[in-house]
Nanobody, 122 residues
Framework: QVQLVESGGDSVQVGGSLRLSCAAS????????LAWFRQRPGNGREGVAT???????TYAAFVKGRFTVSKDNGKNILYLQMNNLKIEDTAMYYC????????????????WGRGTQVTVSS
């Protein structure tokens, strides 16, 4: 059974940093394409970043060098380092896993965690 469990969400001030983690079980992070999505209040789920099986990252345009996606295949954990956080980054953040392509389209990922809340305030 595949399980993805996010952690690391918190309340921070504008300009602050957070590192989100996603612990995977039932799949190997080396064999799956992994991604971070977020859902802001009143909005649909949007892609933030992906990382391929070989560790190649891709980012949504709004990230603009502020976020870094990485993974530790030995620990089977996916990370999202978020720096220079903005109020508009407030959202529930989800990790997802799939084996089709490194895309920011939510429907291409069959495995999802339950999310971790990030709140950015001034």
């Amino acid at each position: 059974q595949v399980q993805l469990v996010e952690s690391g969400g918190d309340s921070v001030q504008v300009g602050g940093s957070l590192r989100l983690s996603c612990a995977a079980s039932g799949i190997s992070t080396s064999d799956y394409i992994l991604a971070w999505f977020r859902q802001r209040p009143g909005n649909g789920r949007e892609g933030v970043a992906t990382i391929s099986k070989r560790g190649i990252p891709t980012y949504a345009a709004f990230v603009k060098g502020r976020f870094t996606v990485s993974k530790d295949n030995g620990k089977n954990i996916l990370y999202l380092q978020m720096n220079n956080l903005k109020i508009e980054d407030t959202a529930m953040y989800y990790c997802a896993g799939g084996d089709s392509s490194a895309t920011l389209t939510p429907s291409r990922y069959p495995h999802w965690g339950r999310g971790t809340q990030v709140t950015v305030s001034s």
